[in-house]
């Protein structure tokens, strides 16, 4: 069982920058799959990024703005987001899960564990 928790959620305007982390209650480093996922008001939750053994993916709307990463020390997943957009605005969720390969690893419905989320909102 992972416990997780997501902080950093704010309101910003468009061009802004925010980092996301999520604290899990247990070593995940090396065996878990960790990814930040979002979901705006009236649509489905969607991933963003995904980090395992060192290996990154992005969705294809944050590549080049977001970056994942994972600190093992303080078992901790950070999401910095830069450029941000109005479309960006969602609620953002950490997440975990142990049986994934790359061709699945945005899809939310591989991942066992979730925090609560933290919004997040981007004006114009």
């Known amino acids: 069982q992972v416990q997780l928790s997501e902080s950093g959620g704010d309101s910003v305007q468009a061009g802004g920058s925010l980092r996301l982390a999520c604290a899990a209650s247990?070593?995940?480093?090396?065996?878990?799959?960790m990814g930040w996922f979002r979901q705006a008001p009236g649509k489905e939750r969607e991933g963003v990024a995904t980090?395992?053994?060192?290996?990154?993916a992005y969705a294809d709307a944050v590549k080049g703005r977001f970056t994942i990463s994972r600190d093992s020390a303080k078992n901790t997943l950070y999401l910095q987001m830069n450029s941000l957009k109005p479309e960006d605005t969602a609620l953002y969720y950490c997440a975990a899960g142990l049986d994934i390969n790359w061709a699945v690893a945005l899809s939310p419905d591989r991942y066992n564990y979730w925090g609560q989320g933290t919004q997040v909102n981007v004006s114009s």
């Open positions: 980090f395992y053994a060192g290996r990154t």
């Open positions: 247990k070593d995940t480093y090396s065996t878990t799959w």
